[in-house]
T-cell receptor, first 113, second 111 residues
Framework: GAGVSQSPRYKVAKRGQDVALRCDPI?????LFWYQQALGQGPEFLTY????????KSGLPSDRFFAERPEGSVSTLKIQRTQQEDSAVYLC???????????FGPGTRLLVL | DAKTTQPTSMDCAEGRAANLPCNHS???????VYWYRQIHSQGPQYIIH???NNETNEMASLIITEDRKSSTLILPHATLRDTAVYYC????????????FGKGITLSVRP
């Protein structure tokens, strides 16, 4: 079956530009997670949704980062006024329920120049 | 911070078993051990998880010590495609069920 998909796969942004990254979770998966992976590091948690409710956003690095999942399915991670330190791979994962196994998408590689 | 420690890297010969160790001495009773791997430029791939019993699936086996303070992931017949970074993760499946990744172990399978 279809796995988690993310788009775009690659994004180049100029510093100060706003970007929006999309995640399509596995159909029927209630829980959705966003992670950020810097070069050479393991992924780090950003935020978590259960259906449309954002239950944990403790990992968002600044108020320039915003995530939403208005209908409890597709999610968008938005980064405003991008900075060079935002360059990373942004990974989305979904699970049937919050305690179940998370399945990851391929990630969006963001490069801020 | 990650609650696991893993060696930085290891290698094994193609066709041989790869045994990847992980220490998690502070694991608590309701925490599971999860293994993921990440092949270059891809998202992490789920391999296996367990609580206290040994587990086996089509990809690997997970051996957890009786005191639960360490575990070993076994790839029974490593292939070149198994070259990846392997992450051992201790996960609380309660309200905050995020995954906390460490640096992982880089497994290189040589021909």
């Amino acid at each position: 079956g279809a796995g988690v998909s993310q788009s775009p796969r690659y994004k180049v942004a100029k510093r100060g530009q706003d970007v929006a990254l999309r995640c399509d979770p596995i159909s029927g998966h209630v829980s959705l997670f966003w992670y950020q992976q810097a070069l050479g590091q393991g992924p780090e948690f950003l935020t978590y949704f259960q259906n449309e409710a954002q239950l944990d956003k403790s990992g968002l690095p600044s108020d320039r980062f915003f995530a939403e999942r208005p209908e409890g399915s597709v999610s968008t991670l938005k980064i405003q006024r991008t900075q060079q330190e935002d360059s990373a791979v942004y990974l989305c994962a979904s699970s049937l329920a919050h305690s179940e196994t998370q399945y990851f998408g391929p990630g969006t590689r963001l490069l801020v120049l | 911070d990650a609650k696991t420690t893993q060696p930085t890297s290891m290698d094994c010969a193609e066709g041989r078993a790869a045994n990847l160790p992980c220490n998690h001495s502070t694991i608590s009773g309701n925490e599971y051990v999860y293994w993921y791997r990440q092949i270059h430029s891809q998202g992490p791939q789920y391999i296996i998880h367990g609580l206290k019993n040994n587990e086996t699936n089509e990809m690997a086996s997970l051996i957890i010590t009786e005191d639960r303070k360490s575990s070993t992931l076994i790839l029974p017949h490593a292939t070149l495609r198994d070259t990846a970074v392997y992450y051992c993760i201790v996960r609380d499946t309660g309200a905050n069920s995020k995954l906390t990744f460490g640096k992982g172990i880089t497994l290189s399978v040589r021909p």
